[in-house]
């Protein structure tokens, strides 16, 4: 799941995770995002933005974090934001991972496969 | 979409016939990635159509294009996995038992280019578990390019570098913002020495536990390949470990080297080193932030004589704050760590695995045969 | 005294954005000496906390539309205004959450905002600016600061 108020970013990311087999579900923001996982959706990894209107990606992180049933889900956050104590609240809150924009579509490999989440 | 196999054979192949230079399996990523802008400039919608081209119609400056994106340098940090997750679970447990006399270990990066590689491995080196303060372990870090050399010194990475293979959770505690750019701190910093040194000549230097000679050999023909492996060889402790990158190997060059496998790395040994004790693969999983952090606050100091590994208020809140991610050497499939060995993991810990098992899969992987090295 | 980025560092930050969706070329992207500063399309982002002020991107219309079309992965031609203000907005975020980090902290970024045209905030002032030169164009990227309020 691509997770980013720019459509533009949802477009680049989309095209990095498909070009790594995963098929891909896109949000606006984070309220959107819950909306998707409610309804059924069941992604292995979402790429979160932080800043973005109704819900940003810190929030969605905690709500997400907070459902046993989502339990599965790898956060990785994609965000602009790139203070050290930024990076420390998101993976306090429970990110697994953290890509600073702007990023290369390599960076964005590499984290996966630290993860453990590539196709191959 | 990912690249079919035929197309990747084609790249794979060109490569390895234009610069000698092996792509392995699992790389599909990184062909995908490096060609489809070279495709889109070409006015192509991927890198399959790309390959068509070439094979309709040879086009050496497209050739060169693709080689040359296929062989740049990739200067990341913990570059190929692998081996550094064989360092952290085989090597220096080993290491542990088997230096308990001295608790020294030496451990050289023989050509550190920016840095990258000596700072991976020092992290490595702070991160584990096994590795108390009264331990003094060096890395000494080489390279013939003085330039490159002094760069390295600095620690000074760029937001783009420091995105490439570090795992978020060891970013924050060993690296601080300096401007535009990221840079170890002083504790990370001072667990390295740097050095020029000429692999091509003569060279004197203690007695090493571990060598890091990661494709650098590729640089070089088949005599020196052959001279540099003696060298290396003969400043080896006898029970030592030597890392290649992964396409090399030392067979046909130096008949003195075991090849051992750890996890699904190779490692060479000087023959005779005998059998590497490996119970860490089936105890406690020790890459990454994870572990380092239990009972909060950070480790002890690492380095002789250095700082107390309280690095600011940052990295210490860092460290108490960060949960057991899955990144941090975060080993690949072959992963049979015993789940009882291992402390239970902060509530919010995916899986309740701190590392190792993707989300998705519900149990344990069955351990893999070790990958053959590529030749 | 706090540290405020340099001209040089805008500089940088703009470029890392630049060379990582915009152009494989890191020369892409020069230093041009104009003081002349071309505001057909201005990308901006607040910040309000420990700093208050602004960052703005500004650039020709047809720059706009070229770096719409890169970043979309579409051809000029076919650039409609949605994508120019999305991705002027998104550079404009890129580059302005980069510049905070640098700043005295902690500081909320605001969500982007795009006007054709020159954008003004009362009482705020230019404290950074750079100007380059990108496919022939002009671009410049401002750092603006709030005046300080009155004790």
């Known amino acids: 799941m691509v997770i980013d108020d720019s459509s533009a970013m949802r477009l680049i990311l989309g095209r990095i995770m498909r070009g790594l087999g995963f098929d891909v579900v896109e949000a606006p923001n984070g309220a959107e995002a819950i909306a998707r996982l409610e309804s059924g959706a069941m992604p292995e990894i979402a790429l979160v933005d932080w800043n973005m209107p109704v819900m940003d990606g810190l929030a969605f992180v905690n709500a997400v974090r907070k459902e046993e049933r989502w339990r599965q889900i790898t956060l990785m956050m994609v965000t602009t934001e790139s203070e050290q104590s930024q990076i420390v609240r998101a993976l306090a809150a429970g990110a697994h991972e953290y890509v600073i924009k702007p990023f290369t579509p390599d960076a964005i490999a590499d984290k996966l496969a630290l993860l453990g989440v590539l196709a191959y | ?375 | ?151």
């Open chain 2, 1 to 375: 979409m990912t690249i079919s196999s035929t197309t990747f054979a084609f790249v794979s192949d060109l490569v390895r016939q234009q610069a000698a230079i092996v792509i392995g399996p699992g790389k599909e990523y990184l062909v995908e990635s490096r060609l489809l802008p070279i495709a889109r400039d070409a006015g192509l919608d991927d890198v399959a159509s790309l390959v068509a081209r070439l094979q309709a119609n040879p086009d050496e400056r497209l050739r060169r294009q693709i080689v040359e994106a296929m062989t740049t340098n990739e200067t990341s940090f913990f570059r190929d996995r692998d081996p550094f997750n064989a360092l952290t679970q085989g090597v220096l447990p080993d290491l542990c038992r088997k230096r308990v006399a001295t608790r020294r270990i030496n451990i050289w990066s023989a050509a550190c280019s920016s840095g990258q590689e000596p700072y991976s491995i020092a992290m490595s080196v702070l991160d584990h578990p096994l590795i108390t303060s009264e331990w003094q372990v060096q890395v000494l870090a080489t390279d013939i390019n003085e330039e490159v050399l002094a760069r390295a010194e600095q620690g000074r990475f760029s937001q783009l570098e420091v995105n490439r293979g570090l795992p978020a959770s060891m970013m924050v505690r060993h690296f601080e913002r300096a401007e535009t750019d990221w840079r170890v701190v002083p504790a990370l910093r001072s667990m390295v020495r740097f050095k020029s040194l000429n692999l091509n000549e003569p060279f004197d230097l203690p007695f090493m536990d571990v060598v890091f000679l990661r494709n650098v050999l590729i640089y070089f023909d088949a005599a020196t390949k052959a001279e540099v492996l003696q060298r290396v060889r003969r400043i080896m402790k006898p029970d030592g470990f030597l890392f290649l990158g992964g396409s090399e190997t030392t067979l046909g060059l130096d008949d003195g080297f075991d090849r051992v496998p750890i996890g699904t790395a190779t490692v060479y040994r000087p023959k005779g080193a005998g059998p590497v004790d490996l119970p860490s693969l089936a105890g406690p999983a020790v890459a990454g932030a994870g572990l380092a952090n239990l009972g909060g606050g950070m480790p002890g100091a690492r380095s002789p004589g250095g700082p107390s590994a309280g690095n600011g208020s940052a990295a210490a809140a860092a460290s108490a704050a960060v949960p057991r991610s899955r990144t941090g050497g975060s080993p690949t499939r072959a992963r049979p760590a015993s789940p009882a060995a291992i402390d239970q993991p902060p509530a919010h810990s995916p899986n309740g695995w701190p590392w190792g098992t993707p989300p998705s899969s519900a149990a344990w992987p069955a351990p893999q045969p070790p990958r053959q090295p590529l030749n």
């Open chain 3, 1 to 151: 005294m706090t540290y405020i980025p340099s001209a040089d560092d805008l500089e940088v930050i703009t470029r890392e954005v630049w060379t990582s969706f915009l152009d494989g070329d890191p020369a892409g992207l020069l230093v041009s000496g104009d003081d002349v500063a071309v505001e057909r399309v201005t990308g901006c982002v607040h910040l309000s906390g420990a700093y208050t002020g602004s960052i703005m991107l500004s650039c020709s219309g047809s720059a706009a539309r070229d770096a719409a079309a890169a970043l979309f992965s579409m051809q000029p031609g076919d650039v409609t205004q949605n994508e120019i203000i999305d991705a002027i907005g998104e550079l404009a975020n890129m580059v302005g959450g980069n510049v905070k980090s640098m700043l005295p902290g902690p500081s909320v970024l605001s969500l982007p905002a795009v006007v054709q045209g020159q954008l003004a905030v009362p009482g705020a002032h230019v404290v950074r600016e750079v100007h380059l030169t990108w496919r022939n164009e002009p671009l410049a990227v401002s750092l603006w600061q709030q005046a300080a309020q009155a004790a």
